[in-house]
């Protein structure tokens, strides 16, 4: 019961969300008519161009297609960033002369904008998958980071003392205290982290690749493909939504039943 309540109430805002942006769309298309229906395509146009139009097979097939390489590149940066982002807090945390050695220089990375970076990138790892999945991967690897950072640190000091009187070590008291009071750092980490491991992918794949949904998005407007455009940012969107809401359900089962309110029903 506790799950189903959590679920439920990490799923109601999204789905309000959801509604709000529908009624923003259309509202944005009211309120600047100089966008014209050529251009400006309504929810009902896209439903038309993917569900009920006479090419809507097509035009499925073609979307789904760049999606499935986007979410490909997305799903190896994601992994990759949040898996470093882990193990660099851990060693941050664990061993204080790495993170005043190494924390500023990554501070002072992150300050530039990755469009800047983004040649540099292609240069160096090329066009290909290893391109894209570390543009990726940059873009999940320093808000992870500091968020798991911040979890790692909530440990309870005192249960670190005990875990160091009785013999363990800074690693076992790590693994032991500080990384399972981490846990909702981590979740919210990985939330935040799944939009921003798309939106890695569409770049890189838009300034890198010229695969996927990001080239596809970019070929469109100067080929005058608006419904296109619109239905794959449509689509991109509801995929995101879709992802942070099954990270947020497994975030919500999890404290369920490892939280505080663990057993109650």
């Given at each position: 019961?506790?799950?189903?309540?959590?679920?439920?109430?990490?799923?109601?805002?999204?789905?309000?969300?959801?509604?709000?942006?529908?009624?923003?769309?259309?509202?944005?298309?009211?309120?600047?008519?100089?966008?014209?229906?050529?251009?400006?395509?309504?929810?009902?146009?896209?439903?038309?161009?993917?569900?009920?139009?006479?090419?809507?097979?097509?035009?499925?097939?073609?979307?789904?297609?760049?999606?499935?390489?986007?979410?490909?590149?997305?799903?190896?940066?994601?992994?990759?960033?949040?898996?470093g982002a882990l193990v660099v807090?851990?060693?941050?945390?664990?061993?204080?002369?790495?993170?005043?050695?190494?924390?500023?220089?990554?501070?002072?990375?992150?300050?530039?904008?990755?469009?800047?970076?983004?040649?540099?990138?292609?240069?160096?790892?090329?066009?290909?998958?290893?391109?894209?999945?570390?543009?990726?991967?940059?873009?999940?690897?320093?808000?992870?980071?500091?968020?798991?950072?911040?979890?790692?640190?909530?440990?309870?000091?005192?249960?670190?003392?005990?875990?160091?009187?009785?013999?363990?070590?800074?690693?076992?008291?790590?693994?032991?205290?500080?990384?399972?009071?981490?846990?909702?750092?981590?979740?919210?980490?990985?939330?935040?982290?799944?939009?921003?491991?798309?939106?890695?992918?569409?770049?890189?794949?838009?300034?890198?690749?010229?695969?996927?949904?990001?080239?596809?998005?970019?070929?469109?407007?100067?080929?005058?493909?608006?419904?296109?455009?619109?239905?794959?940012?449509?689509?991109?969107?509801?995929?995101?939504?879709?992802?942070?809401?099954?990270?947020?359900?497994?975030?919500?089962?999890?404290?369920?039943?490892?939280?505080?309110?663990?057993?109650?029903?």
């Amino acid at each position: 019961m506790i799950a189903l309540r959590r679920v439920g109430k990490f799923l109601l805002p999204l789905l309000i969300s959801l509604i709000l942006m529908l009624a923003i769309w259309y509202a944005f298309l009211k309120a600047f008519p100089q966008v014209g229906p050529r251009v400006g395509k309504t929810p009902a146009d896209v439903w038309s161009y993917l569900v009920t139009g006479p090419s809507a097979g097509t035009a499925r097939h073609a979307i789904f297609a760049d999606l499935a390489i986007t979410l490909r590149d997305a799903a190896v940066g994601f992994g990759v960033g949040l898996t470093g982002a882990l193990v660099v807090a851990a060693l941050f945390v664990t061993v204080p002369a790495v993170e005043q050695s190494f924390l500023p220089v990554a501070l002072l990375l992150r300050s530039v904008p990755l469009v800047a970076l983004t040649p540099i990138i292609v240069l160096v790892f090329g066009r290909g998958v290893v391109g894209v999945t570390v543009l990726a991967a940059i873009v999940v690897f320093f808000p992870a980071l500091v968020m798991i950072m911040t979890g790692l640190r909530s440990a309870s000091r005192q249960a670190m003392e005990l875990v160091a009187a009785y013999g363990g070590s800074r690693w076992t008291a790590l693994r032991l205290v500080a990384v399972p009071a981490a846990l909702p750092a981590v979740f919210a980490a990985a939330r935040i982290s799944v939009p921003g491991a798309l939106i890695g992918a569409l770049l890189g794949e838009w300034l890198g690749s010229g695969t996927g949904l990001g080239a596809a998005l970019i070929r469109a407007i100067p080929t005058f493909q608006y419904s296109k455009l619109w239905a794959s940012i449509v689509v991109v969107t509801l995929v995101s939504v879709l992802l942070y809401a099954i990270v947020g359900v497994i975030e919500n089962v999890v404290s369920a039943r490892f939280g505080p309110e663990a057993g109650k029903s």
